[in-house]
């Protein structure tokens, strides 16, 4: 069973900067084809924000390019996003995202969820 574990993400002003973590685990995986993370504003469907393939290519939206940085460790199958100067449209519920390829499946896996709320 695949499992994503989150931290970071809180309240901060406008301005500011956040990081956010992931660690993927589980027994079965065989290799973690892509990593990143979602956003979902409220009110809105959950948007792919930014996305590194396991050969390092990074795709990041229009809106956060120049602000978000994605890193990934492969050696610790861990994705972190750096986030700086924070705007209230970037407030929502933050998911990481795994594409795996296991033994059984090939298939996309979401974390919980972590909120990020910036005020103006």
């Known amino acids: 069973q695949v499992q994503l574990m989150e931290s970071g993400g809180g309240l901060v002003q406008a301005g500011e900067s956040l990081e956010l973590s992931c660690v993927v685990s589980g027994s079965n995986i065989f290799r973690i084809l892509v990593m990143g993370w979602g956003r979902q504003a409220p009110g809105k469907q959950r948007e792919l924000v930014a996305n590194?393939?396991?050969?390092?290519?990074?795709d990041l939206v229009d809106s956060v390019k120049g602000r978000f940085t994605l890193s990934r460790d492969n050696s610790k199958n861990a994705v972190n996003l750096r986030m700086t100067d924070l705007k209230p449209e970037d407030t929502g519920v933050y998911y990481c995202f795994a594409h795996i390829l296991s033994w059984e499946e090939l298939g996309d896996h979401w974390g919980q969820g972590i909120q990020v709320t910036v005020s103006s």
């Open positions: 590194q393939t396991d050969d390092g290519t990074t």
